[in-house]
């Protein structure tokens, strides 16, 4: 199933972790949201910040890998 990288990337800016959650990936949304809570706390909101743009990133690449293999896939089959 295709996802929007776009909107993987801005669910980040709600929290750290949602965009995440959006691709399927729990695991990895949940420990980001921890992370980024503890680093906030002991980093006066820079941690936050670092991890946020972080997780922007990191969705939108990994939807868009996401994607180039939904196409493959669909592609090769016909």
């Given at each position: 199933?295709?996802?929007?990288p776009?909107?993987?990337c801005?669910?980040?800016?709600?929290?750290?972790?949602?965009g995440h959650i959006?691709?399927?990936?729990?695991?990895?949304?949940?420990?980001?949201?921890?992370?980024a809570?503890?680093?906030g706390?002991?980093?006066s909101g820079?941690?936050f910040?670092?991890v946020?743009i972080?997780?922007m990133?990191?969705?939108y690449?990994?939807?868009?890998?996401?994607n180039s293999?939904?196409?493959?896939?669909?592609?090769?089959k016909?």
């Amino acid at each position: 199933m295709r996802k929007d990288p776009t909107l993987a990337c801005l669910l980040n800016l709600i929290f750290p972790g949602v965009g995440h959650i959006y691709l399927g990936l729990v695991g990895k949304g949940i420990f980001l949201m921890a992370l980024a809570l503890l680093l906030g706390i002991f980093t006066s909101g820079i941690g936050f910040i670092l991890v946020m743009i972080w997780a922007m990133f990191d969705a939108y690449n990994i939807a868009k890998n996401m994607n180039s293999h939904v196409k493959k896939t669909t592609t090769d089959k016909g």
